[in-house]
Nanobody
Framework: QVQLVESGGGLVQAGGSLRLSCTAS????????MGWYRQAPGKQRELVAH???????NYADSVKGRFTISRDNAGNTAYLQMNSLRPEDTAVYYC???????????????WGQGTQVTVSS
């Protein structure tokens, strides 16, 4: 199985910055794409940013130009640099990884436990 460990959440004032990290581990697994999702109280979980194994990225319209997703060279750690934070960015942020294994074949999504981001006005 794959474990995802997130860090970097916290409380920040509007206009501030935070950097989230997510490290994936799992013997025999290849981490393909990784992404960050968020869920605010009373709302559905939504995609924030996504990065493929080829470093192709896409973002929710609401965060374009403010958030940047990246991965380390090994491909097992994803980062979300969040700048110009707004109160509406307040949510629990979840890391997601698309992981696969050759023997026996398995490919599925894994989720982190979530990290709270709170932006005060």
């Amino acid at each position: 199985q794959v474990q995802l460990v997130e860090s970097g959440g916290g409380l920040v004032q509007a206009g501030g910055s935070l950097r989230l990290s997510c490290t994936a581990s799992g013997s025999g697994f290849t981490i393909n794409a990784m992404g960050w999702y968020r869920q605010a109280p009373g709302k559905q979980r939504e995609l924030v940013a996504h990065i493929t194994g080829f470093a192709s990225t896409n973002y929710a319209d609401s965060v374009k130009g403010r958030f940047t997703i990246s991965r380390d060279n090994a491909g097992n750690t994803a980062y979300l640099q969040m700048n110009s934070l707004r109160p509406e960015d307040t949510a629990v942020y979840y890391c997601n990884a698309d992981a696969s294994r050759a023997m026996p074949w398995l490919r599925r999504d894994y989720w982190g436990q979530g990290t709270q981001v709170t932006v005060s006005s």
